[in-house]
């Protein structure tokens, strides 16, 4: 079972920019794909960015193109997520998680471990 850890979140202003970073632990980390997802107050889970297991594909959600940059590091086993001109409507826990194969999908379901998430507040 693979432990996912989050960090990087906190308050800024609109605007602004933070660097979510993703922290995995055992071996496996480079043979799965990757992405982040995040859940605002009420509202359903959605898919914010995926990666590849090798980096060379990456897909956005279309609310954030543009503005959010994937990428990861696999010799030191963690997942980036870069987020540029942040808007009050990107406020939102922001999650982690493993894919089941090694490409990418935007459906939760196709992820099978997921990290305990980072807050994210954009003040306007």
């Known amino acids: 079972q693979v432990q996912l850890v989050e960090s990087g979140g906190g308050l800024v202003q609109a605007g602004g920019s933070l660097r979510l970073s993703c922290a995995a632990s055992g071996r496996t980390f480079s043979a799965h794909g990757m992405g982040w997802f995040r859940q605002a107050p009420g509202k359903e889970r959605e898919f914010v960015a995926g990666i590849s297991w090798s980096g060379a594909s990456t897909n956005y959600a279309d609310s954030v193109k543009g503005r959010f940059t994937i990428s990861r590091d696999n010799a030191k086993n963690t997942m980036y997520l870069q987020l540029n001109n942040l808007k009050p409507e990107d406020t939102a826990v922001y999650y982690c998680?493993?894919?089941?194969?090694?490409?990418?999908?935007?459906?939760?379901?196709?992820?099978?471990?997921w990290g305990q998430g980072t807050q994210v507040t954009v003040s306007s």
């Open positions: 998680a493993r894919g089941r194969g090694g490409i990418p999908g935007t459906s939760v379901y196709e992820y099978d471990n």
